[in-house]
T-cell receptor
């Protein structure tokens, strides 16, 4: 498939290790955040979301942390697997407005 | 499968032509968002419709237009196409209730302008 964003920052991790992907968002009024995973040639896939009244939310193997003070969002993936290789985007949203996406990070899982 | 359907999957057309991309949102979703994704850029917001009305506008060119129909499907019209319009065009749907909710993406339409 076609790669998305040839000049994306890349994070390489060993299979089985934990991954941390970071995102700085821009709008202090944003109150809803989503992490998406995009595999080559496919549409972005919802992973996990968090609202601004929370600072941590856990899913299956994934955790999102929100630091509103510094406008920072992170996605932690536990026991990273080859199938986790993809581009990861954070998206911020203010109610009634569109989603604004970050530039993306390419996660490469090494065997 | 996200439940959002986009057609066609691939489109090849010549410069100066006009094309229409179609999106059927998930059942019950009232919002439709259109995004453009080029190789050297991330997801760029184009336009959003909510229950048939334009809700928000991004960096959408004047050559581009969109609408959402009473059955909530949406069309994105791209005219006077240029080589630089070649990109993946994604539709996403969401916004069932009063709270902002996740947007689910379709598989995209890959437009190639030659």
């Amino acid at each position: 498939g076609e790669s998305v964003g040839l000049h994306l920052p890349t994070l390489s991790v060993q299979e089985g290790d934990n991954s941390i992907i970071n995102c700085a968002y821009s709008n202090s009024a944003s109150d809803y955040f989503i992490w998406y995973k995009q595999e080559s040639g496919k549409g972005p896939q919802f992973i996990i979301d968090i609202r601004s009244n929370m600072d941590k939310r856990q899913g299956q193997r994934v955790t999102v942390l929100l630091n509103k003070t510094v406008k920072h969002l992170s996605l932690q993936i536990a026991a990273t697997q080859p199938g986790d290789s993809a581009v990861y985007f954070c998206a911020e949203n203010t109610y009634g407005q569109n989603f604004v996406f970050g530039p993306g990070t390419r996660l490469s899982v090494l065997p | 499968d996200s439940g959002v359907t986009q057609t066609p999957k691939h489109l090849i057309t010549a410069t100066g032509q006009r094309v229409t991309l179609r999106c059927s949102p998930r059942s019950g979703d009232l919002s439709v968002y259109w995004y453009q994704q080029s190789l050297d850029q991330g997801l760029q917001f184009l336009i959003q419709y909510y229950n048939g009305e334009e809700r928000a506008k991004g960096n959408i060119l004047e050559r581009f237009s969109a609408q959402q129909f009473p059955d909530l499907h949406s069309e994105l019209n791209l005219s006077s196409l240029e080589l630089g319009d070649s990109a993946l065009y994604f539709c996403a749907s969401g916004g069932v209730g009063l709270m902002n909710t996740e947007a689910f993406f379709g598989q995209g339409t890959r437009l190639t302008v030659v």
